[in-house]
């Protein structure tokens, strides 16, 4: 993590430096989560924030199933499905 001092402009807009903006993966147009706790401001590039929530979706299924492909057991189901239509 690193600091950086950015200044407010007159119309509440903050200039997110290059190298905080490369390291977030963001650029212009892309979103971003801005969460106030206390006297701060975290900022997270809304890329991230999925890929983390997918990556610990991924990791609870390999908990709760080890060795399994639910996707490969899903088009299994769904051929029997269709063999028996």
Not at 10 to 28: D, M, T, Y
């Given at each position: 993590m690193s600091d950086v001092v950015a200044t407010i402009d007159?119309?509440?807009?903050?200039?997110?430096?290059?190298?905080?903006?490369?390291?977030?993966?963001?650029?212009?147009?892309?979103?971003?989560?801005?969460?106030?706790t206390e006297s701060r401001v975290v900022m997270t590039s809304i890329n991230a924030r999925r890929d983390g929530a997918i990556a610990e979706l991924r990791r609870e299924i390999d908990r709760l199933a080890p060795g399994r492909s639910l996707s490969e057991e899903l088009i299994r189901e769904r051929r029997a499905e269709a063999d028996r239509e």
């Open positions: 007159v119309h509440g807009r903050i200039v997110v430096p290059k190298r905080i903006r490369e390291s977030l993966g963001v650029g212009a147009g892309d979103q971003i989560l801005l969460r106030s």
